[in-house]
């Protein structure tokens, strides 16, 4: 990952994540998925979103009243 992106998101579930990234390109928010599991069939690990640091508190207060975080 590129310095000046800071995870504000992370779950266990990929489709957790799709929905929080559908969520901050609503609200003009760029974000990039990082699906850090093992395995598509036995997913450990973790799927982590990433926003550009100027954005980090904007998703983070989104993410918030959404009651996602």
């Given amino acids: 990952m590129e310095k000046d992106w800071i995870a ?8 957790q994540a799709d929905l929080v990234h ?4 609503e609200n ?3 974000s990039v998925v990082m699906n850090r599991q093992d395995s598509e069939l036995l997913p450990l690990g973790t799927v982590e979103v990433y926003v550009h ?3 980090a508190d904007k ?3 989104l993410l ?5 975080i």
Avoid: N, P, Q
Wanted: net charge negative.
């Fill in 64 to 68: 918030e009243k959404a009651g996602m």
């Fill in 28 to 30: 003009d928010i760029e």
């Fill in 8 to 15: 504000v998101y992370s779950s266990d579930k990929h489709y």
């Fill in 59 to 61: 998703a983070k207060e």
């Fill in 22 to 25: 559908g969520m901050l390109a």
């Fill in 53 to 55: 640091k100027e954005a």
